[in-house]
């Protein structure tokens, strides 16, 4: 298995581009999440999903979207990027959404937007 | 809601040294506690969990971690570091009957074990 995969793993943006951050897994996981990782903040959460189709947000939900069409599958996309969101993203799975579950976490994309 | 304080953003310890890493918890809610680790350029990887039962629980790499309800505490140790334990470690709580498994971390601590 693969486990969780992010792609890019860095990227460059300008202010105002936009882009999508990939993620996929393998395991059959139910449950997705994006978090944001800053120095000094630990890990907060943007957006999560519990199954294809179903998605809520998070703690940081704002300039921020997600879909979940597929299991597999949980893209985040910047619509119009601000210096703010600079940071490392996380992409985080687990077996369901039950609480307990252990999260897998991808490698991380890191992010600056200038 | 609930609220993770890791007491120590830098621990700086000799190779074969004892460690504990603090965190303590808010919540008005019963909860589930997590230690991650994350190592440099890398993804979280969990080293243990506390859902129930037994109050000491024992992790990879030799690590535990003791839940102390009272003092809403879930402090990490390990009796012995080696050099590559050098990673950054976050305590995280999740509400134990909040579907979703939203996390919430605290801010981390860097430990540094030198030689």
């Known amino acids: 298995n693969a486990g969780v995969t992010q792609t890019p793993k860095f990227q460059v943006l300008k202010t105002g581009q936009s882009m999508t951050l990939q993620c996929a897994q393998d395991?059959?996981?139910?449950?997705m999440s994006w978090y944001r990782q800053d120095p000094g903040m630990g890990l907060r959460l943007i957006h999560y999903?519990?199954?294809?189709?179903?998605?809520d947000q998070g703690e940081v939900p704002n300039g921020y979207n997600v879909s979940r069409s597929t299991t597999e599958d949980f893209p985040l996309r910047l619509l119009s990027a601000a210096p703010s969101q600079t940071s490392v993203y996380f992409c985080?799975?687990?077996?369901?959404?039950?609480?307990?579950?252990?999260?897998?976490f991808g490698p991380g994309t890191r992010l600056t937007v200038l | 809601a609930q609220s993770v304080t890791q007491l120590d953003s830098q621990v700086p310890v000799f190779e074969e040294a004892p460690v504990e890493l603090r965190c303590n918890y808010s919540s008005s809610v019963s909860v589930y506690l997590f230690w991650y680790v994350q190592y440099p350029n890398q993804g979280l990887q969990l080293l243990l969990k506390y859902l129930s039962g037994s109050t000491l629980v024992k992790g990879i790499n030799g690590f535990e971690a003791e839940f102390n309800k009272s003092q809403t505490s879930f402090h990490l140790r390990k009796p012995s570091v080696h050099i590559s334990d050098t990673a950054e470690y976050f305590c995280?709580?999740?509400?134990?009957?909040?579907?979703?498994?939203?996390?919430?971390f605290g801010k981390g601590t860097t430990l540094s074990v030198s030689s």
């Open positions: 999903s519990v199954g294809a189709g179903i998605t």
């Open positions: 395991m059959n996981h139910e449950y």
């Open positions: 985080a799975s687990s077996y369901s959404g039950a609480p307990g579950n252990e999260q897998f």
């Open positions: 995280a709580v999740s509400q134990a009957n909040q579907a979703g498994t939203a996390l919430i």
